[in-house]
C-alpha cells in the first residue's frame, strides 16, 4: 500500500485526510454522520491509517468505476479473494468481457422467466412455517429462516448442487467472507485469511467433483450449460471453479444483508408497508431506494495504473490504493435531493449498490427478483408484521442488520 501522503493536491490546495475508523462495528450502526463529514471534506480524501484514498462523491465513484483502464482491480484484494481468473478480478477487457459473456449467455439460456416459478416455489416454501409461527403470534427470526436461505437456495438451484451439499456451500461462502474486505488487526487478519483459504479450497474440490459429475451426466443446470459450452467458449476445470466460486460469494451474502435491510425498513415503516400493501408494483422501486438508502456492499477497491493520475483535483500516484464509498455516494446530496431521507416516491435515479462499469453487478436482476418475491410472499403472510428483537450492523463494506444474539 501506497502510505506517503502527497500535501497539495494538483492545483495546490491542502488534500484532505482522516483517520476515522470507518469500517469498524461501532461505526456500522449510523455510518451516515462520518460518511456525510467525510464526503463534506472533498470528493477524495487520504485516509492516513488505512494508507489509500477514500474516494466519496458518485461522479468521483462513476469516474473511478468507469475507467477501467487508469483504474483496475488486479492487485487488490478482490484478485486475492476470488481468484485471478474469475472475471471480477480481470482488468484486460476483452478477457472480461469473452469470459463474462459466456456465463451472461448461460444465465440467459436458464432464463430468468423460468428461475421465477421455481424461485416461488423456494420461497414459498420457507415462508410457510414463518407464516404459521407468525399468525401464531410468534416472534420469528427472519435473518434466519428468509434471508439467508433464499439466495443459497437459489444459487443452489442455478448451479444445480443438491440439497445435501448445501450446509458445506453456506459455510464454505461465510468464512470465505471474512475479513475480506474490512480493516482487521493483525492476528484476526491472519485468522480470516488461513480460514479463508481452506474454505475455498473446500469449495474448489467440491465443485472439481460437480463438474466431473456433469461432463458425464448432464443436467438442465448452470454447471452443465458451462461444462458443455460450444469447443470456443469451453473453460478449463480451474477457471470453471473459480468463477462459480465467484457466483457463490458474490450472490449469498449480498442478497441475505439486502433482504435483511428490507424487511427491517418496511417492518419499521407502517406507511410505507400498508402503500406496498395497497399498490404491489411499487414493491421493485422501494427495494432499489432501499438498496440506495441502506446499501450492502459500503466499497469497492481500485488501484491506479499506468502513472499518476487526477481525480476531482486531486493527483494519485501510480500504484495508490482507493476505496470508493458506495456508502457515501448514495447520499450524495449532488445526486439525490434530501439524501438522507427513506423515499418511496423518489424520482428513479440509478444507485451504485450493484456497481457500475464494466463489473457492475452480474446478478442483479436475480437478486432484485429474489427480493421482490420475498417481500411479496412476506406482505401475503403478515401484511401488518414489525420488528420486535433489537439488532446490530455488520461493517460498511458489507453492511447488514443481523439479531444481537
Ligand atoms: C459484481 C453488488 C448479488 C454476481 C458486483 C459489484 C457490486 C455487487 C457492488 C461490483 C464490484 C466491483 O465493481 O468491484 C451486489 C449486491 C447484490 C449482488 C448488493 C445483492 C443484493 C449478486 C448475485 C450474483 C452476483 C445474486 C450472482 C448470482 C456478481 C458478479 C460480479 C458482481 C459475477 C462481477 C461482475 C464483473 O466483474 O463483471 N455485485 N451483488 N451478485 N456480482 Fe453482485
Redesign the pocket.
Known amino acids: 500500500q501506497d502510505r506517503t501522503q502527497p500535501a497539495r493536491s494538483s492545483v495546490g490546495s491542502v488534500i484532505p485526510t482522516t483517520r476515522l475508523d470507518i469500517m469498524s462495528e461501532a461505526v456500522a450502526a449510523d455510518p451516515w454522520p462520518t460518511l456525510r463529514a467525510l464526503r463534506e471534506q472533498g470528493p477524495v480524501v487520504w485516509h492516513e491509517t488505512y494508507g489509500r484514498w477514500l474516494v466519496t462523491t458518485d461522479r468521483a465513484v462513476r469516474k473511478v468505476?468507469t475507467n477501467f483502464a487508469r483504474f483496475t482491480?488486479e492487485g487488490t484484494v478482490?484478485e486475492e479473494m476470488f481468484g485471478a481468473d474469475?472475471?471480477?478480478?480481470?482488468d484486460d477487457r476483452r478477457r472480461?468481457d469473452d469470459l463474462?459473456n459466456v456465463?451472461a449467455e448461460a444465465?440467459r439460456k436458464q432464463g430468468l422467466d423460468r428461475l421465477r416459478p421455481a424461485v416461488e416455489r423456494i420461497v414459498a416454501g420457507l415462508m410457510a412455517p414463518v407464516a404459521a409461527r407468525l399468525n401464531d403470534g410468534e416472534a420469528v427470526d427472519l435473518s434466519q429462516t428468509l434471508c439467508r436461505p433464499i439466495?443459497t437456495l437459489?444459487?443452489a438451484l442455478?448451479m444445480g448442487v443438491p440439497d445435501e451439499a448445501l450446509p458445506d456451500i453456506v459455510r464454505w461462502s461465510d468464512a470465505m467472507a471474512a475479513g475480506g474486505t474490512t480493516y482487521l488487526s493483525e492476528t484476526e487478519a491472519a485468522r480470516a485469511r488461513i480460514a479463508r483459504e481452506a474454505a475455498k479450497q473446500g469449495l474448489a474440490d467440491y465443485l472439481l467433483a460437480l463438474i466431473a459429475a456433469r461432463r458425464v451426466r448432464p443436467g438442465d443446470d448452470l454447471v452443465s450449460v458451462l461444462v458443455h459450452a460450444p469447443a470456443g467458449a469451453a473453460l478449463p476445470d480451474d477457471q470453471l471453479v473459480q468463477?462459480l466460486r465467484?457466483?457463490?460469494f458474490?450472490?449469498?451474502e449480498?442478497?441475505a444483508?439486502?433482504?435483511a435491510h428490507i424487511f427491517v425498513t418496511y417492518g419499521e415503516r407502517g406507511d410505507t408497508r400498508r402503500a406496498l400493501v395497497a399498490d404491489r408494483t411499487l414493491i421493485p422501486p422501494a427495494n432499489d431506494e432501499v438498496?440506495r438508502w441502506q446499501?450492502?456492499?459500503g466499497t469497492?477497491?481500485?488501484r491506479v495504473r499506468g502513472g499518476p493520475i487526477e481525480l476531482a483535483g486531486v493527483e494519485l500516484a501510480d500504484g495508490a490504493a482507493l476505496t470508493?464509498l458506495?456508502a457515501a455516494a448514495n447520499r450524495d446530496p449532488d445526486r439525490y435531493d434530501d439524501p438522507d431521507r427513506f423515499d418511496l416516491h423518489r424520482p428513479a435515479r440509478p444507485n451504485?449498490?450493484?456497481?457500475?462499469?464494466?463489473?457492475?453487478?452480474?446478478?442483479?436482476v436475480?437478486?432484485?427478483m429474489?427480493?421482490e418475491i420475498g417481500v411479496n410472499a412476506l406482505l401475503d403472510a403478515e401484511p401488518d408484521y414489525a420488528v420486535a428483537a433489537p439488532y446490530a450492523y455488520s461493517s460498511v463494506p458489507m453492511r447488514g442488520p443481523m439479531p444481537v444474539v
Do not use: D, Y
Not at 353 to 360: C, D, K, L, R, S
Open positions: 468505476a482491480v478482490v474469475a472475471f471480477i478480478s480481470m472480461h463474462r456465463w444465465f439466495p437459489v444459487i442455478l468463477n465467484q457466483l457463490l458474490a450472490g449469498n449480498t442478497t444483508k439486502w433482504l438498496m446499501g450492502v456492499v469497492i477497491v481500485r470508493c458506495l451504485l449498490g450493484f456497481g457500475v462499469g464494466f463489473h457492475n453487478c452480474l446478478g442483479s436475480l437478486a432484485k429474489e427480493a
